[in-house]
């Protein structure tokens, strides 16, 4: 069981469009959640990026989370994150809005552009301009938090130049005051934006150290741009890293061949090693301002990596 002393704190993060089915899926965030990570958050995807079918098939991010919301009790749960491209905001509100009253106020919302052209055409999903699906992002996290922070007995309107809501009731409300929004990315301009005017967390998705800092940095700088008060509205800054842990250097080998990764890779923008190389590795990041790391564990079926790591690595971290 997880002990946190330190500022730096755990999610299990999976990818379950490679190939999981939900009893996977509760599987492992049910071991999560015994073992004391923080969260248990998963991806958007409805199409694998490598070779193979990703056998049995998607799973669609939120039933998912809505089955976990009812079979856990203590973890927290998110996308990381959900594609601005595959729902509408008025009832994508309503969708997590309602999961987090499933969980007893326990979700976290993680949103995004979209990026993986492949899965929009395999499914029919309108895909349209980098730009535009940026332009998209904004006006729904705009409508989203709009929605959700409406008071009760009042009604909300938005005229965007994608969306229009009209009088809305803006139901149900979530059991949070207001779910954690994430948004996330190594962009230099557009996302430090909407995370300073949106976010409660920011996070850089599987960068090496010294990107990370410079991104964590652009941030904060475009916070103060925009005039937000950090005291008054803190913004966790996390990363997300791709985690290969192993006892020693050949089970480390054995881990990184099973996921298709080589080990050098892993060692830069990643994090992989013994438990006391994680340890170093995470203190690295914490130094360039991380208070909050996304596991990302490929092979779902490893569980005793998810165990190693909480016995062995998370009562050492900073």
């Known amino acids: 069981m997880i002990q946190y002393g330190g500022l730096v704190r755990l999610t299990v993060f999976v990818e379950p469009q490679f190939g999981a089915s939900y009893d996977d899926q509760l599987r492992i965030a049910r071991l999560a959640e015994a ?9 958007d995807h409805f199409l694998t990026m490598s070779e193979g079918e990703g056998l049995p098939g998607p799973t669609d991010s939120w039933a998912t989370l809505a089955g976990l919301a009812v079979q856990t009790e203590r ?27 499933m969980s007893g106020g326990r979700v976290e919302f993680g949103l995004g552009a979209g990026w993986f052209r492949a899965e929009h055409e395999a499914y029919g999903i309108p895909f ?41 009731p803006a139901l149900p409300k979530p059991v949070q005051e207001r779910p954690t929004v994430i948004v996330g990315g190594t962009g230099p301009r557009r996302t430090p934006m909407l995370a300073a005017r949106f976010a409660d967390e920011y996070n850089v998705p599987f960068a090496p150290v010294s990107e990370t800092a410079a991104c964590f940095q652009g941030v904060l700088a475009e916070c103060a741009a925009q005039g937000r008060d950090l005291a008054a509205r803190p913004l966790v800054l996390s990363a997300a ?13 054995r881990r990184a061949e099973r996921i298709g990764r080589p080990v050098a890779k892993l060692r830069e923008s990643g994090l992989c090693g013994t438990p ?14 991380a208070t909050r ?21 998370a009562p050492q971290l900073p």
């Open 35 to 43: 073992c004391g990570y923080e969260g248990f958050f998963r991806s």
């Open 75 to 101: 973890i927290r749960l998110g996308t990381m994150v959900t594609s601005a491209t595959f729902r509408l905001p008025g009832p994508l509100a309503i969708t997590v809005a309602q999961v987090d009253a």
């Open 128 to 168: 349209p301009s980098t730009r535009e699906r940026f332009d998209r992002l904004a006006e729904q996290l705009e409508i989203i938090t709009g929605l959700w922070a409406t008071p009760a007995g009042k009604r909300y309107s938005y005229q965007g130049r994608h969306y229009r809501i009209v009088d809305s």
């Open 241 to 253: 890293q791709t985690v290969c842990c192993g006892r020693n250097d050949e089970e480390v080998r």
């Open 276 to 289: 006391g190389e994680i340890v170093a590795k995470v203190g690295e990041l914490a130094e360039a301002g």
């Open 293 to 313: 790391l996304h596991l990302q564990v490929l092979d779902m079926s490893d569980l005793d990596q998810v165990e190693l790591i909480a016995a062995e690595v």
